[in-house]
T-cell receptor, first 113, second 113 residues
Framework: AQSVTQLDSHVSVSEGTPVLLRCNYSSSYSPSLFWYVQHPNKGLQLLLK??????LVKGINGFEAEFKKSETSFHLTKPSAHMSDAAEYFC???????????FGKGTMLLVSP | DTEVTQTPKHLVMGMTNKKSLKCEQH?????MYWYKQKAKKPPELMFV???????INESVPSRFSPECPNSSLLNLHLHALQPEDSALYLC????????????FGSGTRLTVV
């Protein structure tokens, strides 16, 4: 069994300030973890993925995430928010292969000027 | 080609209509998926096709009928839908084994009237 908890339903930041979106997971197996972003009325875009290689994962658009097994966390960060980062972010866990994805409930990132 | 293409982007249909959603990918992925996403919710898995065979049906009502004519195409046939079926329908595809993550299409926004 596996599950994902996104600790914040909404996060508000000012443009140019750091972003932290929190995600905790539970998995009976060595998990693969992903962050997806969804802009309004759009599909999901893969930001980054952890697949048991390096624990610090760099993704697109300046985002990165660190896999911490001891804390069962996979938090998403970005040093400086941009207005275009405003979107819904989903943390996702899977066993891999053709195993299905387990989504968190999402975190809405709001960026103010 | 690293995209999943979904058509149409928007669809309005009556409860007695029959329509189809289409999804296409040319990445050589052997698994394809249909997800349903309601507003402000994460996507919910509907169907999984693996090597063109239906491998998972998440207890979806029979008014939704998937079809995988070949390894690049996935259809979702709709008949006698209800207003509560209005949602964003997302198609995705994936490779096996290396936890590449899923590639999602932009979705079809379906409104049932």
């Amino acid at each position: 069994a596996q599950s994902v908890t996104q600790l914040d339903s909404h996060v508000s930041v000012s443009e140019g300030t750091p972003v932290l979106l929190r995600c905790n997971y539970s998995s009976s197996y060595s998990p693969s973890l992903f962050w997806y972003v969804q802009h309004p009325n759009k599909g999901l875009q893969l930001l980054l993925k952890y697949t048991s290689a390096a624990t610090l994962v760099k993704g697109i658009n300046g985002f990165e995430a660190e896999f911490k097994k001891s804390e069962t966390s996979f938090h998403l960060t970005k040093p400086s928010a941009h207005m275009s980062d405003a979107a819904e972010y989903f943390c996702v866990v899977t066993r891999g292969g053709y195993s299905t994805l387990t989504f968190g409930k999402g975190t809405m990132l709001l960026v103010s000027p | 080609d690293t995209e999943v293409t979904q058509t149409p982007k928007h669809l309005v249909m009556g409860m007695t209509n029959k329509k189809s959603l289409k999804c296409e990918q040319h990445m050589g992925h052997r698994a394809m998926y249909w997800y349903k996403q309601k507003a402000k919710k994460p996507p919910e898995l509907m169907f999984v096709y693996s090597y063109e065979k239906l491998s998972i049906n998440e207890s979806v009502p029979s008014r939704f009928s998937p079809e995988c004519p070949n390894s690049s195409l996935l259809n979702l046939h709709l008949h006698a839908l209800q207003p509560e079926d209005s949602a964003l329908y997302l198609c995705a595809s994936s490779q096996e084994g290396q936890n590449y993550g899923y590639t999602f299409g932009s979705g079809t926004r379906l409104t049932v009237v």
